[in-house]
């Protein structure tokens, strides 16, 4: 069954720090990849998104993500984190045959 | 500047109740989506409409049915709530049926006693 997951539900780094965050997907073929982010008492808003091409993808908010085929991978990073990112993280994906698929979410607080 | 409105934004409901969750995007999108959210399940799709005139059901229709009324508005009915569809509901909508970038509206919170 095609499923995406999200190996960490919650995850604390210091004001400043490098973020990553991990998205394994389950497809046959290579889906549409996307990540999306939930501020508190909000609907979802599209970071990025990844068809084809270059494995590494800009979002917006200074988010980019790597695809990696060899590990179905496709984790969130971002260099250095302000405290106005603190929310929860969803990583999606899609056939072009499918509905979008949610992972579970990643929580992410961050210390001042 | 609205984007997607919901309505209501708070409700509970004691078991065997009704309500429908209201829903209406001002950006011209074709297709219209409404998801649940639980703790630690992300967001799963109850029902879809891909253009005005067409409903699909998604991953957990159950217990749930739709209307897209017109272009604008689709809106979700409990006929009969139970404790088990005490979740976040969001409605979202995007230009086409394929295109990834969905809109979110601000959710609703419900509550079944």
């Known amino acids: 069954a095609q499923s995406v997951t999200q190996p960490d539900i919650h995850i604390t780094v210091s004001e400043g720090a490098s973020l990553e965050l991990r998205c394994n997907y389950s497809?046959?073929?290579?889906?549409?990849l996307f990540w999306y982010v939930q501020s508190p008492g909000q609907g979802l808003q599209l970071l990025l998104k990844?068809?084809?091409?270059?494995?590494l993808v800009q979002g917006i908010k200074g988010f980019e993500a790597e695809f990696k085929r060899s590990q179905s991978s496709f984790n969130l990073r971002k260099p250095s984190v302000h405290w106005s990112d603190a929310a929860e993280y969803f990583c999606?994906?899609?056939?072009?045959?499918?509905?979008?698929?949610f992972g579970e979410g990643t929580q992410l607080t961050v210390n001042p | 500047n609205a984007g997607v409105t919901q309505t209501p934004k708070f409700q509970v409901l004691k078991t065997g109740q009704s309500m429908t969750l209201q829903c209406a995007q001002d950006?011209?999108?074709?297709?219209m989506y409404w998801y649940r959210q639980d703790p630690g399940m992300g967001l799963r799709l109850i029902y879809y409409?891909?253009?005005?005139?067409?409903?699909d059901k998604g991953e957990v229709p159950n217990g749930y049915n739709v209307s897209r009324l017109n272009k604008r508005e689709f809106s979700l009915r409990l006929e009969s709530a139970a404790p088990s569809q005490t979740s976040v509901y969001f409605c979202a909508s995007s230009p086409l049926a394929t295109n990834e970038k969905l809109f979110f509206g601000s959710g609703t919170q419900l509550s079944v006693l």
């Open positions: 999606a994906a899609r056939t072009s045959g499918s509905r979008l698929t």
């Open positions: 409409s891909a253009s005005e005139g067409t409903t």
């Open positions: 950006m011209n999108h074709n297709s």
């Open positions: 497809y046959g073929a290579t889906p549409y």
């Open positions: 990844y068809f084809s091409g270059d494995t």
